[in-house]
Each structure stands twice: as C-alpha cells, then as structure tokens.
C-alpha cells in the first residue's frame, strides 16, 4: 500500500462509546497529524506527532486521546464524545527534514456522534 | 504564528471561464504556501507550493499560482473552468518558525456551470 490510510472511513457511536481511529503512513514520513473538519469550522489543527512524540496539543478536550507508537501509525482513542464533535476526522503526514513541509492528507473518517 | 485568509467563501464561473480564488498570508518568516483541493468526502489533494524558489508556481489539473511578497498573496488561477474543478479549495501555511503543521484557511467553495 501506498500514500495515507485511513480506518474507518465512517463511524457512527453512541456518547458512552469507546471508539478508535486508525492512521497509517507507507511513505517514510516522520511527522503526523490529526485535524478536524466540521461543518461550522475550517480544518482545525488537533495533535501534531514529530519522531512519535507529541509536540502540539491545540486545546483539545480530553475525550480525544492520540496515540503515536511508531512513525508509521497514529490512533486517535475516542470516549463519552458529544454531538458537537460529528466531524470529518482527518490524519496527514510529512517529512518536514527534507524542507518541502508538504502535507499528505488520508481520506478521512466521517465521524457521527448520536 | 503564521496564517492565511481566504477572501470568498464561494466563488462561482462557467465552463471555460477564468478561475480566480484569493489568498492572503500572514507570516514574520519567509512562508512556505500551498494549495489543496478537497472532493466531497475526500481527503485533501496538493495543487501547488511555494518554498521561495520562483514566485510562479505550476501545479496540477492547469492551475498555477503566484507569490506577491509586496501584497502578502498567493492567489490560484486556472485559466478556463472544467465542469470537474468543481470543489473546495483550501488555502495553507507552515505553522510557526519551530512548527511543522500546515495551518489552513476556511476554504473556498468553487462552482462551474455550463
């Protein structure tokens, strides 16, 4: 495989749920990231990951927990989430050693919260 | 920190028109800029980037943009609309001096009709 996957690309979950969502990177990057779209706001910028440790936390709640256990994979552990929080979740890549910075999205988890 | 501002949340042309989406940037550095594209559901697509080589950047699908220090732009043309440029289109910047995340503006709304 190749490029940014994305598992699952659609989850639906009670509030009292525990969900995770799974990112992996086949291109040799070593910087990833969470961000979330929603409707009402621009692409927000989550968790970033640079060599597996996490160098920005933007603020966000703690019902989202990410996980970072090598510089392939990252998770995002969800719990007891609201509805405000149905958004599209989306994990990117980068190889910010090499200068370029330029981002490789996946495809996405369209998230609902009910 | 750095940032863009996207002017025009939807921008709508006819088939064969010219495509002009606004870009501003914010930054105390030299900024890296990209451009994205977004299909519905999809993950994000880079379009183009300037790293401060030449201020006219080409990138895919006929699009192209330029870098205007004087006007703190970087707006994306294409010089005549196809019925499948129809998308969003997400205007974004390196995060910070120290950062390696992409900051992205609310993104334009692009429509074509025939």
């Known amino acids: 495989e190749t490029g940014v996957t994305q598992t699952p690309r659609h989850l639906v979950m009670g509030m009292t749920n525990k969900k995770s969502l799974k990112c992996e990177q086949h291109l040799g990057h070593n910087a990833m990231y969470w961000y979330k779209q929603s409707a009402k706001k621009p692409l927000e910028l989550m968790f970033v990951y640079n060599f597996k440790e996490q160098t920005e936390n933007n603020s966000v709640p703690s019902r989202f927990s990410p996980e970072c256990p090598n510089s392939s994979h990252l998770f995002l552990h969800l719990h007891t989430l609201q509805p405000e929080d149905s958004a599209l979740y989306l994990c990117a890549s980068s190889h910010p050693g090499q200068n370029s910075f330029e981002a490789f999205f996946g495809q996405g988890t369209r998230l609902t919260v009910v | 920190a750095q940032s863009v501002t996207q002017l025009g949340s939807h921008v709508s042309v006819s088939e064969g028109a010219l495509v002009l989406l606004r870009c501003n940037y914010s930054?105390?550095?030299?900024?890296?800029l990209f451009w994205y594209v977004q299909y519905p559901n999809q993950g994000l697509q880079l379009l183009l980037k300037y790293t401060s080589a030449a201020t006219l950047v080409k990138g895919i699908n006929g699009f192209e943009a330029e870098f205007k220090k004087s006007e703190t732009s970087f707006h994306l043309t294409k010089p005549s609309a196809h019925m499948s440029d129809a998308a969003e289109y997400f205007c974004a910047v390196v995060h910070g001096q120290a950062g390696t995340a992409l900051i992205f503006g609310k993104g334009t709304t692009l429509s074509v009709s025939s």
């Open positions: 930054s105390s550095v030299p900024p890296y």
